[in-house]
């Protein structure tokens, strides 16, 4: 198995320019989460999905963060327009069924927002 | 919050060495996680207990759970170079949701 994939491994862009991260889960997991890890708050988790449904949204930190998952094998998370402080390692886990309690992590998304 | 806080924060010992970590957490859990993460990469999971559950061994590993203190300890043993890492605690904040801590870096040296 491949694991989760993550794209790009690393992003450079200029503030205000839109980002958008993406995420392949696992096949056959039907849970996904989009974390964001920081030196100064860890890791925090953004939004959760289950069976393609955002089920939990609180932890995007405002409107200009969204994310979607047209389907049990692809969710993207995108930021517009994007800020230095949003800066940061943003990671994206699957799990295999509901009631399962181990995430699988891919291996992030470094971000650097100019 | 009823994020983990591990302690201690960074820890440095001899190959060979015994390593222990612990996680303090605030509120009532049903079960508890570590996770390992090497540098540049995803979190990988360790091992899981559950609340009803005090000890649990996974090779070199054991992790015990004294849930009147709130607390959790991960004992590595035998360290090895390439146990390096930071490792994470993650509590259940409900059916899906974990809550990290903010992770102790340990670092064996050769």
């Known amino acids: 198995d491949a694991g989760v994939i993550q794209s790009p491994r690393h992003e450079v862009t200029e503030m205000g320019q839109e980002v958008t991260l993406r995420c392949k889960p696992i096949s056959g997991h039907n849970s996904l989460f989009w974390y964001r890890q920081t030196m100064m708050r860890g890791l925090e988790l953004l939004i959760y999905?289950?069976?393609?449904?955002?089920?939990?949204d609180s932890g995007m930190p405002e409107d200009r963060f969204s994310a979607k998952m047209p389907n049990a094998s692809f969710s993207t998370l995108k930021i517009q327009p994007s800020e230095p402080r949003d800066s940061a390692v943003y990671f994206c886990?699957?799990?295999?069924?509901?009631?399962?309690?181990?995430?699988?992590f891919g291996p992030g998304t470094r971000l650097t927002v100019l | 919050s009823q994020q983990g806080e591990e302690d201690p924060q960074a820890l440095s010992i001899q190959e060979g060495e015994n390593a222990t970590m612990n996680c303090s957490y605030k509120t009532s859990i049903n079960n508890l996680q570590w996770y390992r993460q090497n540098s540049g990469r995803g979190l990988v999971h360790l091992i899981l207990?559950?609340?009803?559950?005090r000890e649990k061994h996974s090779g070199r590993l054991r992790v015990t759970l004294d849930t009147s203190k709130k607390s959790s300890s991960l004992l590595i043993t035998a360290s090895r170079a390439a146990d390096t890492a930071s490792y994470f605690c993650a509590t259940d904040a409900g059916t899906y949701k974990y809550i990290f801590g903010t992770g102790t870096r340990l670092k064996v040296l050769a």
């Open positions: 207990i559950r609340s009803n559950e």
């Open positions: 886990a699957s799990r295999p069924v509901t009631g399962s309690d181990t995430q699988y």
């Open positions: 999905f289950n069976n393609n449904v955002p089920i939990d």
